[in-house]
């Protein structure tokens, strides 16, 4: 028997400020990402609004009506980052509220699966044959991405770029923001002082899950735990991350994540050898597992974004070996 689908839900954290949780379309791996509601004037800021898939806009508006808001209410949609489970609906939003959309302007990485869709793909493809993944793997990878939604409603432009110090009013207060790319390009955190909360989007997760979007930025592991460094200095009791529940402790939160950072450069520094290597051979040792369709890119970027941090720190060297790059330890 099929099970029935979840859908939205709302639920209120704090006076004037709801979690809005969002089936995603990536269960059980991803099962739900959160937007966030927060009261403001007449009407409310909205912090994320969730991807754009088969019956996301009625889980959202279920999800506002559920503590009492309608969608047309919204008078601002601020973004914590261009990754689609963030930003999906954006356009829908932005169309029936009538109202602005912030987000943080480096925003390539998301113009890459949206407007430049194949120049995109392409890209990805040069990086997991300069990997050495095999071209069969290549070909149906490419095959695979081709034919999958984009979960985005449309390709929007922010009416303000979300960088350092914007402010955004809200009735319990205004709240600052800091940009904090690692797992994005894009992310930013939002803090409110007075009452030590942090909107840490994807930066900060009440679960620990590292994931690094390569290929938009020069070093994006070293990039994120700057971004750690910066979020430690917020004074916050209560994390409101992209997944899962709010969550206290957040210096705990930020120790686990360079924690977890610092085991998984380890294991790659550990699969290097003085003999060159390509990201397709470090694999297994790195991952424990092969890469497949579902697997390839995640497993190639995800190796490649550690390599890069690991040669930026002197740890690791790269070395062009025909159409490949190969890699050994420094
Ligand atoms: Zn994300
Ligand atoms: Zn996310």
Redesign the pocket.
Known sequence: MATKRERGRGERVLPGLWRLRLPLPWAPRVPH?NAWAIAAGSGFVLVDCGVHARGSLADLEQALEMVGLQLEQASLLVVTHA?H??WGEAATVVERAGCELWMHPDVAHARAEVAEREPGLQRRLEHMRRAGIPDQLIADYAEDYRGSPMYVAGDVRADRPLVDGVRVQTDLGTWTTYETPGHAPSEVCLHLPGRRLLISG?HLLGRVALYFDYGYAEDPVGAFLTSLDRVAGLDSRLGLS??GKPFVDVPGHIAASRRATAQRQTAVRAALDREPRSVAELLAPIWNSRPDVDSAWWLTSQTLAHLTHLEATGQAARQPDGAQVRWRAA
């Open positions: 990402g990754h489970d963030h994807d992209g997944h």
